[in-house]
């Protein structure tokens, strides 16, 4: 009985913790869980849909998501530039808006053109979907909660997005035309209850131009002084690079479970779904650490060591067995779910902490550039050293999340420094 209450007491306070607090965040936390149901439900049926109900081949899908990709990068700066002078809000209400207009013209696509046409534009609305809901974030919660809120807002997206990925699993087990355009479908519905959450929201209005014209910013939406910050930029892109755990998670791995290994190919889609456990258990409780830029730094340098740890364990897991090589596999995702934890909890302190006042958008449009480029280059870049390079192809990757990590604490201190020289001092 003693037993059962004290688990009960861990799992209350583990609600307390995950779930966001009456108000604001809580409204931030429908929106995320309703966001995460549609990208589950699409993102897990959209390749069988592409292939088989709209009929482009493999490898233009491909092409076409790649170009899109680029689409994206190109348009999120701007795109975070207006939310800084008319309010995220406003902002991101038109893109849900528009999301669930081009998802139901997918429906009508019936060639390779508008399916690029329509790929492109859904790239551009969902890139810049991340940084303007930061930025919403940041003017809702503000700066006390801002880094607990994101947390929480990881922990419920992956509660969101596995039961997206198994309702797109009914469907594409139904193996129907209808079913799979229904899946496309209901996420478009989806924005559309989205929108209906955001204006329930007493949304900030922008106040970008007065702000901006004090820093000394430029005017005009396409002209970004963030993408003249150098530092900011390297510690952008060195943040989005240690999120290459995700290719290696999504290709890399069960690429090398399937090709490599004696382990049975069921274990890609579970270390997938313990991934996702993981981290709703453990994402807010591993935040707190990065609630300040230095200490944002530090655990990007522990995420470093994690994920550079989890790729020398990968790399000893191909034939020895099915039993060992499911043991190293497991061993490695463990160690691999700490990395990213820690990635993502600093990613949250450097890209809030390190932005001026009153340019949220534009600071978080630019710190998503790095996460863009690797989803660009990420699936090429694990095909490549995973598949092509085997064990020297682990080896490579370790040494490369290592020496990102180490390379963050002295990037920001050197932003910070550069920041104190130019900055006034406050009255």
Known sequence: ???????????????????????????????????????????????????????????RVGLALSVAGLCGLVCTVPIG??????????VLTVNFLLAAACFTAYCLVDGFAAFLAV???????????????????????????????????????????????????????????TALYATVLANAALQLVSVAVLLGMRLPTGTGPR????????GGVLRSAALRDVRYVAVALVCGALELYHPLLTVGLPLWIVTSTDAPALLVSGLLILDTVLVLLFQVAVSRGARTPAGAARMLRWAGWALGASCLVFAVSGGHGALLDSAALLGGALVLVLGEL?????????????????????????FSLGRGLQQ????????????????????????????????????????????????PAPA
Not at 124 to 149: C, F, M, N, P
Not at 377 to 389: C, D, I, K, R, Y
């Open 1 to 59: 009985m003693a037993e059962a209450r004290r688990y009960g007491a861990v799992l209350r306070a583990w609600f307390r913790e995950t779930l966001p607090a009456a108000g604001n965040a809580r409204r931030l936390g429908v929106l995320t869980l309703i966001q995460s149901l549609g990208l589950g439900v699409f993102l897990t049926s959209s390749a069988v849909f592409f292939t088989r109900t709209i009929g482009i081949p493999a490898q």
């Open 81 to 90: 530039r207006l939310a800084d002078r008319l309010g995220a809000g406003r």
């Open 119 to 177: 790929a492109c534009a859904i790239a551009v609305l969902e890139t810049s979907a991340g940084a303007l809901q930061a930025s919403l974030t940041d003017a809702l919660v503000g700066e006390a909660e801002r880094i607990r809120v994101s947390a929480q807002m990881r922990s419920l997206f992956n509660l969101g997005f596995l039961g997206g990925a198994a309702l797109a699993g009914a469907a594409i087990a139904a193996g129907t035309s």
């Open 211 to 218: 702000r901006a014209t004090a820093a000394g910013a430029p």
């Open 342 to 366: 820690y990635q993502a909890s600093a990613s949250w302190g450097l890209s809030f902490g390190l932005a001026p006042a009153g340019r949220q958008g534009e600071y978080q449009a630019v």
């Open 376 to 423: 660009f280059a990420g699936p090429w870049l694990m095909t490549s050293l995973v598949v092509g390079a085997a064990g020297t192809g682990w080896l490579v990757l370790a040494a490369l999340f290592i020496l990102l990590g180490l390379a963050a604490p002295p990037l920001v201190r050197g932003l910070e420094k550069a920041r104190a020289r130019t900055e």
